[in-house]
C-alpha cells in the first residue's frame, strides 16, 4: 500500500504515519477520517507527528487545517485514482 505523509508546513519536515494510526484498513482506506474526519485537524496531525518522529507529543495543540499536510495517501495513488475514474466516480479534489 502507499505509504501516507505528513508535512509539517512550519517546519518543513515530513513524516511518514505509522500504519497504526492511518485507518487503512477501512474500506475507503481512511479517506474520510483523513479529509473530513478527526485526522483532518492539525491539532490530532501534531500528535502523530510528533509520535512518528518520536519526540514529546505537544500537550493541546491548536486546531486548524493549515499547518499539517498530507502529502501522500493510498486514495491519491495514481493507480486507485484511474480505477475510480473507469468506475465513473469523481476523484478526490476534483469538483464538477
Ligand atoms: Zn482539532
Not at 508535512?7 to 475507503?28: F, I, K, R, W, Y
Not at 519526540?55 to 501522500?72: H, I, K
Request: proline share 7%; net charge negative.
Amino acid at each position: 500500500m502507499v505509504a501516507m505523509k505528513l508535512l509539517d508546513t512550519v517546519t518543513g519536515v515530513t513524516v511518514e504515519v505509522p500504519e497504526s494510526v492511518d485507518c487503512a484498513d477501512q474500506e475507503d482506506q481512511g479517506e474520510y477520517m483523513w479529509t473530513d474526519g478527526n485526522y483532518s485537524c492539525d491539532c490530532n496531525r501534531a500528535l502523530f507527528h510528533a509520535r512518528a518522529r518520536g519526540v514529546p507529543e505537544p500537550s493541546n495543540p491548536p486546531c486548524g487545517d493549515e499547518r499539517f499536510v498530507l502529502s501522500e495517501a493510498p486514495w491519491m495513488d495514481v493507480g486507485l485514482v484511474i480505477s475510480r475514474l473507469r468506475k465513473g466516480d469523481t476523484p478526490t479534489g476534483v469538483k464538477e
